[in-house]
């Protein structure tokens, strides 16, 4: 089992950034790769961003692309979400996970955080 906790969501506005990080409680293996997905109410979980173990593959939804980086520090067993020129579109709660290999589906994550609340106010 992996527990994994967020944190960094808050309020902000349209513009402006926020930095999500998710904390593992152990070392993963070397083969699980990590995401972030968010899910806006009423909507389906959408993917938002990839990394592999190695970090050598990274993933990124259309909708984030070239405003959000994805970074990993297995030394830490941590994953962080850098978000950039945020849009009121971008307000959901945002999920980290993990699992054995990488993936973009939601159904291929095998551990789950709890969620933490951004909201980008126009």
């Known amino acids: 089992q992996v527990q994994l906790v967020e944190s960094g969501g808050g309020l902000v506005q349209a513009g402006g950034s926020l930095r999500l990080s998710c904390a593992a409680s152990?070392?993963?293996?070397?083969?699980?790769?990590m995401g972030w997905f968010r899910q806006a109410p009423g909507k389906e979980r959408e993917f938002v961003a990839g990394?592999?173990?190695?970090?050598?593959?990274?993933y990124y939804g259309d909708s984030v692309k070239g405003r959000f980086t994805i970074s990993r520090d297995n030394a830490k067993n941590t994953v962080s979400l850098q978000m950039n020129s945020l849009k009121p579109e971008d307000t959901a709660v945002y999920y980290c996970?993990?699992?054995?290999?990488?993936?973009?589906?939601?159904?291929?994550?095998?551990?789950w955080g709890q969620g933490t609340q951004v909201t980008v106010s126009s």
């Open positions: 996970a993990t699992q054995n290999g990488d993936s973009v589906l939601a159904s291929a994550y095998a551990y």
């Open positions: 152990r070392r993963t293996g070397s083969s699980y790769g």
């Open positions: 990394i592999s173990w190695s970090g050598i593959r990274i």
